[in-house]
């Protein structure tokens, strides 16, 4: 089955520690994207990668940090610098060419103890 | 400023009704337009894009329609059902006034539910 794997799918957080939420594609797409998903917001990009070794920061970058090191993976750390990390997060890979049809991971649910 | 709306509000419909939900936009101009599903607790999942110069697409009970006088898309379910309770997501890819990457951007969603 070929498709977008997250894990784990749900994390808890302590004060201070750093956590790394795993994002593992075989649609062998070149782009892959991290997107935060809070209560009555739309999804908002953290980073974004169109090509191994490669990557750009989204709209909500701080606090965030990622490796392309391979295509099928595209893990996102979540710092200590990162405030408010309680949110919903999904991991995308879309199409290659002009239309981007997005495809999305089942999602990590991160939660601060 | 650039902004992506859609209903808020959860929307409640009758099963075998047809369910019309809405997106609207400011500040961009949409190379296309994609409607997605959101399970609860799950990803979004790929239903329907639209491009600038089309009017009208459908895939089964499904239809979207785009009306760039108006920035507005509508989301079509015909004939709904119990199970097309969700949330549906608008997202857009702007053209861009230059070269260089364009991202998509979602709206909030629209919760739908059909009662039985």
């Known amino acids: 089955d070929g498709g977008i794997t997250q894990s784990p799918k749900y994390l808890f957080r302590k004060e201070g520690q750093n956590v790394t939420l795993s994002c593992e594609q075989n649609?062998?797409?070149?782009?892959m994207y991290w997107y935060r998903q809070d209560p009555g917001q739309g999804l908002r990009l953290i980073y974004y990668?169109?090509?191994?070794?490669?990557?750009q920061k989204g709209d909500i970058a701080e606090g965030y940090s990622v490796s392309r090191e391979k295509k099928e993976s595209f893990p996102l750390t979540v710092t200590s610098a990162q405030k408010n990390p309680t949110a919903f997060y999904l991991c995308?890979?879309?199409?290659?060419?002009?239309?981007?049809?997005?495809?999305f991971g089942p999602g990590t649910r991160l939660l601060v103890l | 400023s650039q902004k992506i709306e859609q209903n808020s509000e959860a929307l409640n419909i009758q099963e075998g009704k047809t369910a019309t939900l809405t997106c609207n936009y400011t500040n961009y101009s949409p190379a296309y337009l994609q409607w997605y599903r959101q399970d609860p607790g799950r990803g979004p999942v790929f239903l329907l894009l639209?491009?600038?110069?089309?009017k009208e697409k459908r895939k089964e009970r499904l239809k979207v329609t785009f009306d760039t006088t108006l920035k507005q898309s509508l989301f079509h379910i015909t004939a709904s059902q119990p199970a097309d309770s969700a949330t549906y997501l608008c997202?857009?890819?702007?053209?861009?006034?230059?070269?260089?990457?364009?991202?998509?951007?979602f709206g909030t969603g629209t919760k739908l539910q059909v009662i039985p």
């Open positions: 649609l062998n797409h070149d782009a």
């Open positions: 995308a890979s879309s199409t290659p060419g002009t239309v981007k049809t997005q495809y």
């Open positions: 990668s169109q090509i191994v070794n490669d990557f």
């Open positions: 997202a857009l890819r702007d053209r861009g006034l230059s070269g260089g990457y364009q991202k998509v951007t």
């Open positions: 639209i491009r600038e110069n089309e």
